[in-house]
């Protein structure tokens, strides 16, 4: 169940979702804050995965936690939030299975799945990442960018660190 809630809020397109894949793309800032890697690998199996790899170029304080609207009762919520996104690191790393990833159109990707994993000694469930390309018009000038937001439940509540990236600040290979 909590794995479907993750999916809903996070994945709203599984259900146009394309053929199964494995992301690969960076995005950076020009000046690095948060940076999001994502590149195929293989296990010693040979399984496909897909190595998912957050870095606070600034350090773990510096975390990106919400994106939308903040008013002043949010900030208690807000505190907790930083205070767990300070927990998993500076740069931490997790996996994901091909099949557990998906492609939904051009620099569109998400991957999740529901398995408790361990980052940097946090125990956490219900991980995964989408990326979205958004486009924002103001009078004639149009400015699109790219999303990438990495999601997971902890102690039942839901987390996000959400990202925002001009056009040139992220390269897909696929």
Sequence with gaps: MRFFILSVLAFPCFAFAGPNVTPDFTCMNELPTTAFYSKPIKNQDGDELVEFKVEHHFGAQNAPIFSGVVTAHDFPMLKEKADVMKKLG??????????????????????????????????????????????????????????????FILDGMSYDMPMSFGPDECTFRN
């Design 90 to 151: 500076n740069t931490f790393t997790v996996r994901f299975k091909k099949v557990e990833c998906e492609k939904h159109g051009d620099q569109l990707f998400s991957c999740g799945h529901g398995d408790d994993v361990e980052i940097n000694g946090v125990k956490v469930g219900g991980i995964g990442f989408v990326t979205r390309v958004v486009t924002t018009k103001v009078y004639e000038y149009t400015m699109t960018t790219n999303e990438v937001n990495f999601s």
